[in-house]
């Protein structure tokens, strides 16, 4: 595999990070994944306009021209590691660099650091025509879960969590309030409207969220972005997470306990047939 650090294409190998690096020593760092489609960059002006953000809130020091000409660099590295066609995803992480450990930021001109890597991602059709399993999960994260960090241990003990269980995911519960899943934006239905967490701290501004109430919109969906509790999830007529790899996941059961009918409901199927248009469109072009 070829990836791209600090300026170079090399064998991830020959890829070298310092010990001393802040992202390896204190999280100190953002990411973000773009989906991959026959070598297309999916949503890339929002996910770099979310990178440009998480930099900003981080105060991370990187120079413009070097974000937006990751776009050329995640193609070389489609080209180089010979994934142009089919699916796949391009991931970016950006340090603060490296510097002696000390909890406040290093002196101004520390370089950061810049990693991008592509991945052959295979779709798991069969899951989203049956349905998933999810747990939930005690939502113990910091207040600025709004910024894609690198500091991602609590999603990853959950993750595991519903792992361990049998679960494809697992849903976030903060305060008896529904928040998000490990790496997925939560969506319910009820009564025919779509309900969702509104936009805070609490969540990431997920892209595929976006997408997904622009197409609900769009299909004169009612949608509600407000909060709900755990004892209105297990009340909906349909559930479902939502993310980059995940595109529309019908959910339909969680802690063991049947959600709606207990098989992918008519809007689920609905939003994820115009998702799947969206991804896909000027594929064959």
Request: glycine fraction near 10%.
């Amino acid at each position: 595999m070829i990836v791209y650090l600090n300026g170079e294409f090399l064998p991830i190998e020959q890829a070298r990070l310092s010990v001393l690096d802040r992202g390896f020593v204190f999280g100190d760092g953002v990411y973000e994944v773009w989906r991959v489609v026959e070598g297309r960059l999916f949503e890339h002006e929002r996910h770099e306009r979310r990178l440009f953000r998480g930099l900003k809130t981080l105060e991370i020091d990187v120079p413009v021209a070097e974000v937006t000409a990751l776009e050329g660099v995640a193609h070389r590295l489609l080209r180089d590691n010979d994934l142009g066609k089919g699916e796949g995803t391009f991931y970016v992480e950006i340090t603060r660099g490296a510097a002696p450990r000390a909890h406040a930021f290093p002196p101004a001109g520390t370089k950061p650091t810049i990693l991008g890597m592509v991945s052959r991602f295979e779709v798991p059709h069969a899951l989203r025509a049956s349905g998933a399993r999810a747990i939930t999960y005690d939502d113990t994260r910091w207040l600025h879960c709004d910024v894609k960090t690198v500091q991602l241990l609590p999603n990853v003990l959950a993750k595991q969590k519903a792992q361990a269980g049998g679960a494809m995911e697992a849903i976030f519960v903060r305060d008896g309030i529904v928040t998000e899943g490990t790496h997925t934006t939560v969506f319910g239905v009820k009564g025919g409207a779509l309900l969702t967490h509104p936009l805070s701290p609490l969540i990431l501004p997920s892209i595929t969220r976006e997408v997904v109430l622009e197409l609900a919109r769009a299909a004169k969906v009612p949608v509600r972005e407000e909060p709900f509790t755990i004892a209105d999830l297990f009340a909906l007529d349909e559930l479902w997470v939502s993310g980059t790899t995940t595109d529309i996941t019908p959910v339909v059961e969680v802690d063991g306990r049947k959600i709606g009918t207990g098989a992918p409901g008519p809007i689920a199927k609905q939003l994820y047939a115009a998702l799947q248009e969206r991804l896909y469109a000027g594929a064959d072009a």
